[in-house]
């Protein structure tokens, strides 16, 4: 799943001061237009994928709260949110291609980070489209496992415990077999 990047997201505060921000997600939902912006996390992710590339990238997370009860006010601008900007800047560079991530959860869903799959105007509104992503492999080329078989559906009246053909030297054996030691190694 590809997420905007923090240029994009930058240059509409710059071009659209007096546009008020809204969240969609899971579809049609709306989160409450009374939100609180919380936090600017700037994070460092890297990684090696199964195939032994090595990787890295910064993504930017606003965590956005929702208040119990939504109220008729209107949006944050993004006049404000680029005001909060400053205040973040004097402490944290954020890089132009940080992935763009939003983190948000109510008394209805858990607290996750979103993709932001686009960005759009409506009216006097500019509403962000969050996503949830799903695992992918980065390495199928090298490692084997074909793109559009990289996700399992598994029902789990359909799962069956796998059954252990050998024991390994960490295979879990009682305490007494063990004089009375804890732990299998």
């Known amino acids: 799943m590809k997420s905007i990047q923090w240029i ?3 240059n509409k505060l710059d071009l659209y001061p007096e546009l008020q921000l809204q969240f969609i997600y899971n ?7 009374n939100y609180h912006i919380t936090e600017f996390k700037l994070a460092t992710i ?16 606003l965590q956005v709260l929702e208040p119990n009860q939504s109220s008729d006010s209107d949006s944050m601008k993004l006049e404000k949110i680029s005001s909060i900007l400053e ?4 402490s ?22 979103y993709f932001v799959s686009k960005l759009f105007i409506d009216g ?7 996503v949830d992503g799903k695992t992918e492999c980065k390495a199928s080329e090298v490692c084997g496992l074909p793109q ?9 009246e359909d799962y ?18 063990q004089n009375n030691s804890i732990g299998c190694c």
Request: charged letters at 30%; a positive charge.
């Open 148 to 156: 559009e078989k990289n996700t399992m559906n598994l029902n789990v």
């Open 87 to 90: 205040t973040v800047s004097k």
């Open 8 to 10: 994009d997201f930058k």
């Open 92 to 113: 944290i560079a954020i890089p132009d291609q940080a992935v763009l991530r939003i983190e948000f959860g109510n008394s209805s869903h858990a607290m996750k980070q």
């Open 160 to 177: 069956k415990s796998p059954k252990v053909k050998s024991r390994s030297c960490c295979t879990p054996v009682s305490a007494e077999k």
């Open 124 to 130: 006097t509104t500019i509403f962000m489209k969050l």
């Open 46 to 61: 890297e990684s090696v994928d199964c195939g032994g590339r090595y990787d890295s990238w910064k993504e930017i997370i």
């Open 27 to 33: 579809e049609n939902e709306i989160i409450f237009p």
